[in-house]
């Protein structure tokens, strides 16, 4: 059974960094490429960040570009996503994602619970 | 940038069709695929390559994307059915969300 569990959110003020982590199992880590996907409070999804099982290659959307750095480790099956600079829009659910293919994003076949980030003074 | 517009509300008397439908610029050249989520619950697919079902999925559920309109169609929509629905697909370098349907079974 395919299992994501994230971790790592928390109330942080503006300016200030997180690291949220995303513990994965039930699959080969290493062949699946990966998402950060968020939701701000009544809000809908907003993909953040991609990369790839096998290269590491990374794709960002423009809200995120240049402040938050997606990683992996495929040794310990774990999917990393650095915030830097938060601000109060950062606010939201994050979830981490599994997408069905390895290179490229296709779809996200499972989702893990999210984890709660708060950006506020 | 690449945008997908849907409808943000849709009813449905409880057996009939509902059509939930998301435009974009030559949709119908890429894949889309289609969640639902329940309040405070992760986001399900339902939906993916434009018309496939994921195992587990009803077979009430379908989907179409042709021109500028992928279309999600459930048949006999039951009041279990009652979720937010979105759609997504990806464009170059970039992975898009609709900005969500609220599916209301009357």
């Known amino acids: 059974e395919v299992q994501l569990l994230e971790s790592g959110g928390g109330l942080v003020q503006p300016g200030g960094s997180l690291r949220l982590s995303c513990a994965a199992s039930?699959?080969?880590?290493?062949?699946?490429?990966m998402s950060w996907v968020r939701q701000a409070p009544a809000k809908g999804l907003e993909w953040v960040s991609f990369?790839?099982?096998?290269?590491?290659?990374?794709y960002y959307a423009d809200s995120v570009k240049g402040r938050f750095t997606i990683s992996r480790d495929n040794s310990k099956n774990t999917l990393y996503l650095q915030m830097n600079s938060l601000r109060a829009e950062d606010t939201a659910v994050y979830y981490c994602?599994?997408?069905?293919?390895?290179?490229?994003?296709?779809?996200?076949?499972?989702w893990g619970q999210g984890t709660l980030v708060t950006v506020s003074s | 940038s690449y945008e997908l517009t849907q409808p943000p509300s849709v009813s449905v008397s409880p057996g009939q069709t509902a059509s939930i439908t998301c435009s974009g610029d030559?949709?119908?050249?890429?894949?889309a695929c289609w969640y639902h989520q329940k309040p405070g619950q992760s986001p399900v697919v339902v939906i993916y390559?434009?018309?496939k079902r994921p195992s587990g999925i009803p077979e009430r559920f379908s989907g179409s994307n042709s021109g500028n309109t992928a279309t999600l169609a459930i048949s006999g929509t039951r009041a279990m059915d009652e979720a937010d629905y979105y759609c997504?697909?990806?464009?170059?370098?970039?992975?898009?969300f609709g900005g969500g349907t609220k599916l209301t079974v009357l």
């Open positions: 039930g699959f080969t880590f290493s062949s699946y490429a």
């Open positions: 997504q697909a990806w464009d170059s370098t970039t992975v898009v």
């Open positions: 390559q434009d018309n």
């Open positions: 990369i790839s099982g096998s290269d590491g290659g990374t």
């Open positions: 030559k949709l119908g050249n890429k894949y």
């Open positions: 994602a599994k997408d069905a293919g390895a290179t490229a994003p296709e779809y996200f076949h499972h």
